[in-house]
């Protein structure tokens, strides 16, 4: 299935307190993983200056985790497109998709933290334009059409035959409409409530847009870990906007005792939030690898195909 395809069932992948090398080896296992299991793609994002559950190069991350994964796609997701000229962030895609054709899709937003923007150099007060001029820009060349001398590249060149998938991080119907006319998805906060979801997709659909609405979820499969649940909140809330927050869903985990129960949650989640497309999360702050696997064990034993088959239907 193409990346963020409509339907599709995606995992997001974050790492564990760990060395920097054990990091990127679990991330990799991981993603092999899921792969195996039958998840049609993984998901990773961007913070900087080792914001917990975060690396700060998803594009190069993107390129360690295809090179482990025998099938399946990876979309960097979100990227913070203010940080660099929108020319060098298409550069680095154009050219991983040409190493991986039809596995490399991409989520933007315009970022929440300080420090980011910091380590970047860009003033923090200029990071919302930034990214309304530059999306537009981006959308063109990842799809090969670029007015100014990228449009030279080769592998911009190239996705004109083959464009890249995009999805945008949407938290205002203006920002859905803005996606929509570009042609791109959108991609929902983690904590977003359902209600909220399907207000903004009514704003996607009436700019034009049949699909690409993602949502993010937490699954766990048994009993909840509810003091890392807890402990997670407390980090969100940290450094959330109070915008942000206002829209988010005292219950954001999906939990099941079986992994059939968990799956049929979720897809009442998918239907309340009016979305076609799921990515799903297991990590919580304080878990450890061996949870993880056991999770993703758990997910092998039906769920995945579980939640596919909802979504066609």
């Known amino acids: 299935m193409a990346p963020l395809a409509p339907g599709s069932v995606s995992l997001r992948l974050y ?4 060395p920097a090398t054990d990091q990127v080896e679990l991330l990799r296992h991981q993603a092999r993983r899921a792969s195996e299991i039958g998840y049609d793609g993984v998901m990773v994002s961007e913070h900087h200056a080792d914001f917990p559950g975060y690396l700060p190069n998803p594009v190069q991350l993107a390129g360690l985790l295809l090179d482990a994964m025998p099938t399946g796609w990876v979309a960097p997701c979100p990227m913070l497109l203010p940080l660099k000229p929108y020319a060098l962030i298409a550069e680095d895609l154009a ?3 040409a190493a991986y054709p039809g596995r490399v899709g991409v989520g933007f937003a315009a970022g929440a933290l300080p420090v980011d923007f910091e380590l970047a150099e860009v003033p923090f007060d200029e990071i919302v334009d930034r990214f309304k001029t530059a999306l537009p820009k981006i959308a063109d060349a990842l799809r090969g059409h670029d007015p ?6 080769r592998a911009i060149r190239r996705l004109a035959g083959d464009p890249m998938p995009i999805v945008v991080a949407a938290q205002s119907a203006p920002a859905c409409r803005r996606a929509a006319r570009l042609g791109c998805g959108v991609l929902y906060d983690s904590l977003q409530s359902s209600e909220v979801s399907a207000r903004l997709g009514a704003a996607h659909r009436e700019a034009g847009a049949e699909t690409g609405r993602v949502l993010i979820r937490r699954v766990w499969i048994g009993p909840p870990p509810e003091a890392e649940m807890a ?3 407390d980090h969100y809330r940290s450094y959330a ?7 988010w869903t005292d219950d954001s985990l ?3 005792d079986t992994p059939i129960a968990a799956a049929e949650a979720l897809l009442d989640v998918l239907a309340e939030s009016d979305c076609d497309t799921v990515n799903v999360r297991v990590h919580v702050k304080g878990l450890t690898p061996v949870q ?7 997910h092998a034993d039906g769920f995945v195909d579980a939640v596919r088959a909802g979504l066609g239907g």
């Open 254 to 256: 999906v939990h099941g």
């Open 241 to 247: 906007n109070e915008a942000a927050a206002k829209n």
């Open 292 to 298: 993880v696997d056991d999770q993703l064990t758990r």
């Open 95 to 97: 050219w991983l998709a």
């Open 148 to 153: 100014g001398p990228l449009g030279t590249d």
């Open 15 to 18: 790492p564990h307190d760990l």
């Open 231 to 233: 402990a997670q909140m």
